[in-house]
């Protein structure tokens, strides 16, 4: 069995792949090998899923996960125009209570685009998906507003990269989902602090978050309202929410998903990360975006994509196991919480990841040396970014910026000699991260994700149970942050594929709305 | 180890520096109230937030690190792919 990617990459890649250059440049007979982008790829991989279940013990279309979606609309047993349909019919019942979108397309435009959508052959890889982008990724037939005064009105003239991708591979943006004013926090009404979008479990409670500042694609994917979503992270808020209302997320390696087209927060740690159900669901979602962009050229020259939804789909045996042998490692004091509840939820997470095969939990890691002040403020962080972008409506009026405003005023302040240093502190944040801690594992189970955003490296989240809010006694999701070195989204999705066929956290729905 | 010798700048010093560079730069803070909790922002919290970003840099510039070794980087992940440290 082929190695996972976390394994193998290494500049080997790239002088392999050079000398076929060479050979092929001589005059010799030698054939690329075949790279892994691109829809001829990303199709071959889909053949390969397993089996949907049968349209008949789905009593409703909105609980079709994306794997099922496109397996059963590539076969002809279901229309692209019904999924619209069930997807609309839903937002137009219950959105109210949960406020997740920002702007919708009509059903009439929806579905032209359904039946506009690309078959091209064995059909197109996400034909008749209900999609929800986050708010700041640019559509060109809504309006992209950040959550904010600052875009108040704002309408771009052509698609983000993602959003074109989507599309050509017949996808359809059901709605833009409201987000944290500019990236930051919950949503809100632009400009003030009054809350806006619910979490999907506490829909009739404004006060239990559902975290940001990718809130309404969290809302509106846990909430059947899009069988998946695109939110952006640059400090945790695709996991965030992620792990607020139970679902699969991804924030990849950075570089993996063109950024073009989105509205920055900070051009070193943004990243845009699939929003989904199951981790076969977030895998297909990062097949189809992970390519080089020619109009983002962090995206370039990196080694191509692996088979992301074959490391996401479950390994066959006697009993659920991770693809390839993996150690787990555990971040100092993950295992304690304050609520006692979600200490022994995550000691049992950790019991049952111990009994699946080719898993060995190597315990609490310890953690590379000066972590406390590489991973906090200020060399951890990312102060100076946004400032340069904003200028303009800075100049124009700060009020536009509401609660956020001192985040997009720092870089007028930060001096330039602390950027540099904090730059210098990533790369050696990274190299002690490869070396001091995963030399101890290949996966680690933490809290936060803050030290892998600065540094790039890929972050799932996923659940592993419920808990008891404590304010409400009401019932709510709890999820896990896993980590892993660059290039190492397989690995990733392969433990989540091992432990989503174990559980079934991933597959419970939260009630709907009353009223 | 720190060797600066000069005293710290207080709380005031730091403040008309801060206003002078929003000013410098064409940015009025004028507008907001100067201190209202209620508010989205105020002056009050912004100037806060500005005397602790300007005071992190010295926590920055104190920070010591090898040059030689560890150069800026915007995006340092996709460089294991170059420095084989995935080798391990």
């Given at each position: 069995?082929?190695?996972?990617?976390?394994?193998?990459?290494?500049?080997?890649?790239?002088?392999?792949r050079m000398a076929w250059v060479t050979t092929?440049?001589?005059?010799?007979?030698?054939?690329?090998?075949?790279?892994?982008?691109?829809?001829?790829?990303?199709?071959?991989?889909?053949?390969?899923?397993?089996?949907?279940?049968?349209?008949?013990?789905?009593?409703?279309?909105?609980?079709?996960?994306?794997?099922?979606?496109?397996?059963?609309?590539?076969?002809?047993?279901?229309?692209?125009?019904?999924?619209?349909?069930?997807?609309?019919?839903?937002?137009?019942?219950?959105?109210?209570?949960?406020?997740?979108?920002?702007?919708?397309?009509?059903?009439?435009?929806?579905?032209?685009?359904?039946?506009?959508?690309?078959?091209?052959?064995?059909?197109?890889?996400?034909?008749?998906?209900?999609?929800a982008p986050k708010d700041n990724i640019y559509?060109?037939?809504?309006?992209?507003?950040?959550?904010?005064?600052?875009?108040?009105?704002?309408?771009?003239?052509?698609?983000?990269?993602?959003?074109?991708?989507?599309?050509?591979?017949?996808?359809?943006?059901?709605?833009?989902?409201?987000?944290?004013?500019?990236?930051?926090?919950?949503?809100?009404?632009?400009?003030?602090?009054?809350?806006?979008?619910?979490?999907?479990?506490?829909?009739?409670?404004?006060?239990?978050?559902?975290?940001?500042?990718?809130?309404?694609?969290?809302?509106?994917?846990?909430?059947?309202?899009?069988?998946?979503?695109?939110?952006?992270?640059?400090?945790?808020?695709?996991?965030?929410?992620?792990?607020?209302?139970?679902?699969?997320?991804?924030?990849?390696?950075?570089?993996?998903?063109?950024?073009?087209?989105?509205?920055?927060?900070?051009?070193?740690?943004?990243?845009?990360?699939?929003?989904?159900?199951?981790?076969?669901?977030?895998?297909?979602?990062?097949?189809?975006?992970?390519?080089?962009?020619?109009?983002?050229?962090?995206?370039?020259?990196?080694?191509?994509?692996?088979?992301?939804?074959?490391?996401?789909?479950?390994?066959?045996?006697?009993?659920?196991?991770?693809?390839?042998?993996?150690?787990?490692?555990?971040?100092?004091?993950?295992?304690?919480?304050?609520?006692?509840?979600?200490?022994?939820?995550?000691?049992?997470?950790?019991?049952?990841?111990?009994?699946?095969?080719?898993?060995?939990?190597?315990?609490?890691?310890?953690?590379?040396?000066?972590?406390?002040?590489?991973?906090?403020?200020?060399?951890?962080?990312?102060?100076?970014?946004?400032?340069?972008?904003?200028?303009?409506?800075?100049?124009?009026?700060?009020?536009?910026?509401?609660?956020?405003?001192?985040?997009?005023?720092?870089?007028?302040?930060?001096?330039?000699?602390?950027?540099?240093?904090?730059?210098?502190?990533?790369?050696?944040?990274?190299?002690?991260?490869?070396?001091?801690?995963?030399?101890?594992?290949?996966?680690?189970?933490?809290?936060?994700?803050?030290?892998?955003?600065?540094?790039?490296?890929?972050?799932?989240?996923?659940?592993?149970?419920?808990?008891?809010?404590?304010?409400?006694?009401?019932?709510?999701?709890?999820?896990?942050?896993?980590?892993?070195?660059?290039?190492g989204e397989e690995r990733l999705f392969a433990?989540?594929?091992?432990?989503?066929?174990?559980?079934?956290?991933?597959?419970?729905?939260?009630?709907?709305?009353?009223? | 180890?720190?060797?600066?010798?000069?005293?710290?700048?207080?709380?005031?010093?730091?403040?008309?520096?801060?206003?002078?560079?929003?000013?410098?730069?064409?940015?009025?803070?004028?507008?907001?109230?100067?201190?209202?909790?209620?508010?989205?922002?105020?002056?009050?919290?912004?100037?806060?937030?500005?005397?602790?970003?300007?005071?992190?840099?010295?926590?920055?510039?104190?920070?010591?690190?090898?040059?030689?070794?560890?150069?800026?980087?915007?995006?340092?992940?996709?460089?294991?792919?170059?420095?084989?440290?995935?080798?391990?």
């Amino acid at each position: 069995m082929r190695p996972p990617q976390d394994r193998v990459v290494s500049r080997r890649w790239f002088l392999d792949r050079m000398a076929w250059v060479t050979t092929a440049a001589a005059g010799g007979t030698a054939v690329l090998p075949r790279m892994a982008w691109g829809d001829d790829a990303t199709r071959g991989y889909l053949r390969d899923m397993p089996e949907p279940r049968p349209l008949q013990v789905v009593d409703d279309l909105t609980e079709l996960t994306l794997a099922e979606t496109v397996s059963l609309v590539r076969r002809g047993d279901v229309a692209p125009e019904d999924l619209v349909r069930a997807h609309v019919a839903r937002i137009e019942r219950y959105d109210h209570a949960y406020q997740a979108f920002a702007a919708r397309p009509s059903l009439d435009a929806l579905l032209a685009a359904a039946r506009a959508a690309p078959t091209d052959g064995d059909g197109a890889a996400l034909r008749g998906a209900c999609l929800a982008p986050k708010d700041n990724i640019y559509t060109s037939d809504l309006l992209t507003e950040g959550g904010s005064l600052v875009y108040e009105g704002f309408q771009p003239d052509y698609d983000a990269t993602v959003v074109a991708t989507m599309r050509s591979a017949g996808g359809l943006v059901v709605g833009k989902a409201q987000m944290g004013n500019l990236a930051g926090g919950r949503a809100q009404v632009y400009g003030t602090t009054t809350p806006t979008t619910r979490n999907a479990w506490t829909p009739d409670d404004v006060e239990y978050s559902p975290a940001g500042s990718s809130s309404g694609t969290g809302t509106a994917v846990a909430a059947r309202m899009a069988v998946a979503g695109l939110g952006t992270q640059t400090g945790g808020s695709v996991v965030g929410p992620g792990n607020a209302q139970g679902l699969t997320c991804i924030k990849p390696t950075f570089g993996r998903i063109s950024l073009h087209g989105v509205i920055p927060l900070s051009y070193t740690r943004d990243h845009i990360g699939p929003m989904a159900r199951t981790a076969l669901d977030a895998a297909i979602l990062l097949q189809v975006l992970a390519r080089p962009d020619a109009n983002d050229p962090r995206t370039l020259g990196l080694p191509p994509a692996p088979n992301y939804i074959e490391a996401a789909t479950p390994f066959p045996g006697d009993r659920p196991a991770v693809r390839w042998p993996t150690r787990i490692g555990i971040a100092p004091g993950w295992l304690e919480s304050e609520d006692e509840r979600v200490a022994e939820l995550r000691r049992s997470f950790v019991r049952e990841l111990e009994s699946m095969g080719n898993v060995r939990v190597v315990g609490e890691v310890s953690l590379p040396e000066q972590w406390e002040e590489l991973t906090s403020s200020p060399l951890g962080g990312s102060h100076g970014d946004p400032t340069a972008f904003f200028i303009e409506p800075l100049r124009r009026d700060v009020r536009l910026f509401g609660d956020r405003l001192p985040r997009f005023l720092n870089g007028m302040l930060q001096s330039a000699d602390t950027y540099v240093k904090v730059q210098q502190a990533r790369m050696l944040l990274l190299h002690r991260i490869q070396t001091q801690l995963f030399n101890q594992c290949d996966v680690l189970l933490t809290e936060s994700s803050g030290a892998f955003d600065g540094t790039g490296m890929p972050v799932l989240c996923m659940p592993i149970g419920f808990g008891t809010e404590p304010r409400t006694a009401r019932t709510v999701p709890r999820g896990v942050n896993l980590a892993a070195p660059p290039f190492g989204e397989e690995r990733l999705f392969a433990v989540a594929a091992a432990w989503q066929a174990r559980t079934d956290h991933h597959a419970v729905r939260p009630e709907d709305p009353v009223g | 180890m720190t060797n600066r010798q000069a005293p710290s700048p207080t709380d005031e010093q730091l403040d008309v520096y801060i206003r002078t560079r929003y000013a410098l730069l064409g940015v009025d803070i004028s507008v907001l109230p100067e201190s209202d909790p209620d508010a989205p922002m105020d002056q009050e919290r912004l100037l806060a937030n500005g005397r602790s970003i300007l005071r992190q840099d010295v926590v920055a510039a104190d920070f010591e690190i090898d040059p030689q070794f560890n150069l800026p980087v915007a995006h340092p992940a996709p460089f294991v792919a170059w420095t084989e440290e995935a080798d391990r």
